[in-house]
């Protein structure tokens, strides 16, 4: 079935540093991506629509600076936290949709645990 | 805009007995999609069961099945004979068919008690 890899699984970063979150879809081309943010007991929280080849759709309230995307292929598609800081810890979560039926699910990443100290 | 609500933060069951989980949804469309996801202590995400608006029928997937409820805007969750393994936090989410953004509900914690 299909498959969404999401890397890393953790990470830690000073605060100020930037880290990069990658998402692939592994057996299918996503032509679209999301990326989702998740507060501990809290729901999922979508911070922006990824398009391949195009500029990322943000959400109301979330910073493109500082979190930016890139959706260089068909497969791939990339979150950068840029210099981040404690707040910024949470758990980032990455989807992709099957490409040619309008009507498929979202397939989730594993996502990925931010720590900033 | 569209939301979800799922009333209950969490809930109990014995194995091998039946729970129902809660979804409320409000919408001014008229064809979209409903789903359920379960997202176990390791996180990832796993799609359960989805229905579409404009099918009258219940979805059912083995154990697990719906109970929509179009004019009341109600979408709940039935899982039969409860397993140790279903144990974890359940999503409600709505897709509208005009975009592919998903709402989902706050979760219910489902405890499966042995």
């Known amino acids: 079935g299909a498959v969404v890899s999401q890397h890393p699984s953790r990470v830690i970063c000073k605060s100020g540093t930037s880290v990069k979150i990658e998402c692939r879809s592994l057996d299918f081309q996503a032509t679209t991506m999301f990326w989702y943010r998740q507060f501990p007991k809290k729901s999922l929280m979508l911070m922006a629509t990824s398009n391949e080849g195009s500029k990322a759709t943000y959400e109301q309230g979330v910073e493109k600076d500082k979190f930016l995307i890139n959706h260089a292929s068909l497969t791939l598609s990339t979150l950068t936290v840029t210099s981040a800081h404690p707040e910024d810890s949470s758990f980032y979560i990455c989807?992709?949709?099957?490409?040619?039926?309008?009507?498929?699910?979202?397939?989730f990443g594993n996502g990925t645990r931010l720590t900033v100290t | 805009a569209q939301t979800v609500t799922q009333s209950q933060p969490e809930m109990s069951v014995q194995e091998a007995e039946t729970v129902t989980l809660s979804c409320t949804y409000d919408?001014?469309?008229?064809?979209?999609?409903l789903f359920w996801y379960k997202q176990p202590p390791s996180r990832q995400m796993i799609l359960v069961i989805r229905q579409e608006a404009y099918k009258q029928q219940n979805a059912t997937e083995n154990r697990f099945s719906v109970n929509f409820q179009k004019a009341a805007k109600s979408f709940s969750l039935k899982i039969s004979d409860s397993q140790l393994g279903d144990a974890a936090m359940y999503f409600c989410?709505?897709?509208?068919?005009?975009?592919?953004?998903?709402?989902f509900g706050t979760g219910t914690r489902l405890k499966v008690l042995a």
């Open positions: 919408t001014s469309e008229s064809d979209y999609y």
């Open positions: 989410a709505y897709r509208s068919v005009r975009t592919y953004k998903y709402i």
């Open positions: 989807s992709a949709r099957l490409g040619g039926s309008y009507n498929s699910p979202l397939h």
